[in-house]
């Protein structure tokens, strides 16, 4: 199963609301990434919080983390019609064997004009 | 700067064919990993290369071999395609092993028929 799981699935709102997207894991994690992916396109690193962090900002984006409860959110505000795009959270783990960065399957977030 | 550059961009096999994707990256990245996507299943980690001459599993490695003979590029091989391959794959590098930011290319879409 994957570690890190993206709720809700798909998320639809007006421009100029706020959009909430919400991960949960499984295990400890040295850090957690969220990403987005417009249609047909990579993915592109939005912000990286470490699990001795309990938020962070970057320009309308705001990441928090709660460790206890092994969850993190991405908040967007005011959303625009170009936030339209695939969110995904990926949790990093470092074990004896090595590190590894899973992914979640994804928010689909769609902002209507 | 290209950043990360993946080719081709579409491809179709037919069952039983072979082919190469190829990554190049211009950041000097030592890190360089290919995942699949593919719907409702997030993305999966094929292969990584932690150097140049380096290679190394990841959670879906069988059906796929790699190659890392210069450190700007990672080359992804399907030595013959079966139609469970038909993904979306994806390359990309990073500064750090596995839990720093990644840099991804802008995908390769193949179908295998």
């Known amino acids: 199963s994957q570690q890190g799981e993206e709720d809700p699935q798909a998320l639809s709102i007006q421009e100029g609301e706020n959009a909430t997207m919400n991960c949960s894991y499984k295990?400890?994690?040295?850090?957690l990434q969220w990403y987005r992916q417009n249609s047909g396109r990579g993915l592109v690193h939005l912000i990286l919080i470490r699990s001795n962090e309990r938020e962070k900002h970057s320009g309308r984006l705001r990441v928090t983390l709660d460790t206890s409860k092994k969850s993190s959110s991405l908040l967007i505000t005011a959303s625009r019609a170009a936030d339209t795009a695939s969110y995904f959270c990926?949790?990093?783990?470092?074990?004896?064997?090595?590190?590894?960065?899973?992914f979640g399957e994804g928010t689909q977030l769609t902002v209507n004009p | 700067n290209a950043g990360v550059t993946q080719t081709p961009k579409f491809r179709v096999l037919k069952t039983g064919q072979s082919m190469t994707l190829l990554c190049a990256q211009d950041?000097?990245?030592?890190?360089m990993y290919w995942y699949r996507q593919d719907p409702g299943m997030g993305l999966r980690l094929i292969h990584y290369?932690?150097?140049?001459?380096?290679?190394a599993k990841g959670e879906v490695p069988d059906g796929y071999n790699v190659s890392r003979l210069k450190k700007q590029n990672f080359l992804l091989g399907l030595e013959s395609a079966a139609p469970s391959q038909t993904s979306v794959y994806f390359c990309?590098?990073?500064?750090?092993?596995?839990?720093?930011?990644?840099?991804f290319g802008e995908g390769s879409r193949l179908t295998v028929l």
């Open positions: 990309a590098s990073s500064r750090y092993i596995h839990t720093g930011e990644l840099f």
């Open positions: 290369s932690v150097g140049e001459g380096t290679t």
């Open positions: 990926a949790t990093g783990v470092k074990e004896t064997s090595g590190s590894r960065l899973t």
């Open positions: 295990t400890s994690i040295n850090n």
């Open positions: 950041m000097n990245h030592e890190y």
